[in-house]
């Protein structure tokens, strides 16, 4: 039997370091806002950051030793991305930023040794970007409406098609593409494979950003809208097998499923701690806001949801760990999916109630963390597509019962516990009879 809620010493003192490095260094220089993104901008203020990062051992540590990471498993990860996911500005300067994570851990998985060469190392370093170009405007993800087509001529492939929300397409080096190249194959789901494209290869165009909530509809965006005009890569382009981009899109979604859950952690408890900082320190006629017990209601249902989240975030992660398998675990990834958005818009909501005006306003970060639960609901595949595999999961573990009552109608299980105990029942009715006329109590 082995249940342990705590945290080994050595590695507590890493937490303790993110923790007063994101308050000292991070949270401070996410305020600057657009002026850190550019190149310029990132050899100024994220590039000293990230080899601090790198001093501490703490860089890209969702990936093992063998490709530059710590291998610390998922349940460390967890521990640390609660606290990473505070800031969005975080994952870029710990080396674990979507969606490079993704693209390089099916590189590492499926790629070439010329492809590990030239785009695994820089990626992994944070010498370049890349973008993952899945989803089309025609059928959001699913793989079987996909309209961009990758066909064979001569040793290349010539791609045409378009993209929606591309992410990371702004500043990317390479693109990660999906496209159709087998549309006859039997199997519906060997019809895909995907590519390693060369962001400024011709033919490759950001029609324009994509924004999620309210944001400017012109101007760059964290999501692009592609369109690839007769785009000529060479064969060795394809990354794994072909028709093989279903299989390896599995890999790479539940591990990005999880690692959003572990953020959303750290996003959630940010949202409870201002929550709870603005109810002991706002006054109104009768007293504290912390002194209304309504307050106190949404106070306490949010720390419940945060504290039952973050339990089921952690144990996924530890099953990871334990079967070195996602597919075994696909029920509880799902599950952490399902629950994420919930729990984060809930949380937010509330937060922003409590603030007033304020707290529904750009001065506050409460409706970007709404909107981004919103999000959480759609990335990597709906809220709906997820519980239907939870149910999927869960139902496997059940047998019919094709009697005309069902095996646990309680009529038939006190015939069976009669049956069953028929002599125990004749021994304690005689010793009741022997006591002398008191009368012995019904079964059930």
Sequence with gaps: MAWDFE?????????????????????????????????????????????????????????????????????????????????????????????????????AHYGTEEQKEKWLKPLLNGDIRSAFSMSEPTGGSDPLTFKTRAVLEGDEWVINGEKWFTSGAYG???????????????????????????TNTPGVEIVRGVHTGSGQAEGPGGHGYMRY??????????????GGAFVIAQTRLGGGRVHHAMR?????????????????????RDGKLADLQMVQADIADSWIQLEMFRLLVLRTAWLIDKHKDYNLVRKDIAAIKVAMPK?????????????????????????????????????????????????????KDYRPNNDLF????????????????????????????????ERAPETA
């Excluded at 550019?38 to 490709?67: D, S, T």
């Excluded at 506050?364 to 990335?379: H, L, N, Q, R, W």
């Excluded at 009529?411 to 002599?423: G, I, M, Q, Y």
Aim: aromatic letters at 6%; a neutral charge; charged letters at 25%.
């Design 264 to 284: 959303t952690v750290g996003a959630c408890q940010r949202a409870l701690d201002l929550m709870c900082k603005r109810a002991v320190s706002r006054t109104t």
């Design 406 to 437: 069902p095996s646990y109608h309680i009529p038939r299980l006190r015939e069976e516990a009669r049956e069953r105990f028929k002599d125990k029942l004749d021994e304690l009715k005689s010793a009741y009879q022997t006591r002398g006329g």
């Design 229 to 242: 005009t007769n785009v000529r890569v060479p064969y060795s382009a394809l990354l794994g097998e072909r």
């Design 343 to 395: 729990v984060y818009h809930d949380i937010a909501t509330k937060a922003a109630h409590l603030h007033g005006a304020l707290g529904v306003s750009n001065e506050m970060p409460f409706m970007g963390m709404v909107t981004s639960a919103m999000v959480m609901g759609i990335a990597d595949g709906p809220t709906e597509v997820h519980k239907v595999t939870v149910a999927k999961q869960v139902l």
């Design 7 to 107: 945290t080994d010493p050595e590695f507590q003192k890493k937490l303790d370091w993110i923790e007063d490095f994101m308050r000292e260094e991070v949270e401070p220089l996410s305020e600057l806002g657009r002026a850190i993104m550019g190149q310029h901008g990132r050899e100024m203020f994220i590039k000293p950051l990230q080899e601090k990062v790198k001093e501490q051992g703490l860089w890209a540590c969702h990936l093992g030793p063998e490709l530059g990471g710590q291998g610390y498993g998922q349940l460390k990860l967890a521990l640390m991305n609660e606290k990473l996911g505070r800031n969005r500005l975080a994952p870029s300067i710990f080396g674990c930023q979507a969606p490079d994570t993704g693209n390089a851990e099916i590189i």
């Design 172 to 198: 990317s080096t390479i693109l990660i593409v999906y496209a159709v190249t087998d549309p006859d194959a039997p199997d519906p789901y060997k019809r895909t494979s995907i590519f390693i494209v060369p």
